[in-house]
């Protein structure tokens, strides 16, 4: 893409952002800055969700998706790979944590069966 579009829709995109946040200010209504937390948090429940352990939002129903699952916790882990020596004691303890328990809920149902 062209660097001067690629620089255009990028100010675009700053500019909707902030009016958004304005105009939620401005309503005294809540506004979702998006975090690494939330973001780890996010897909964390995806997985949790794929393995069956929690009820899918849209549906209501627990729903397993092996494939989904792995997918969800092999991307998990690249993340730690490619974000390694630059996260906070948080994020890392968050991701360290949610990693090593959603393969041990993935070992625990290929177990199972």
């Given amino acids: 893409m062209n660097e001067e579009i690629r620089k255009k829709v990028d ?23 998006p975090t690494f937390t ?5 897909i964390s429940m995806q997985a949790m969700i794929a393995l069956g352990r929690i009820e899918n939002p849209v549906t209501g129903k627990k729903e397993e998706s092996k494939e989904q699952s792995r997918f969800l916790i092999d991307t998990l882990g690249i993340i730690k790979e490619k974000t390694k ?5 948080e994020e890392q303890t968050l991701l360290d944590d949610s990693l090593f328990n ?10 199972k069966k």
């Fill in 38 to 42: 939330i973001f780890l948090s996010s």
């Fill in 102 to 111: 959603l393969r041990m809920m993935y070992v625990e149902d290929k177990e």
């Fill in 11 to 33: 100010d675009n995109w700053k500019s909707q952002v902030e009016k958004e946040k304005d105009h939620a200010q401005e309503k005294k209504e809540p506004y979702h800055q």
């Fill in 85 to 89: 020596g630059n996260l906070t004691p």
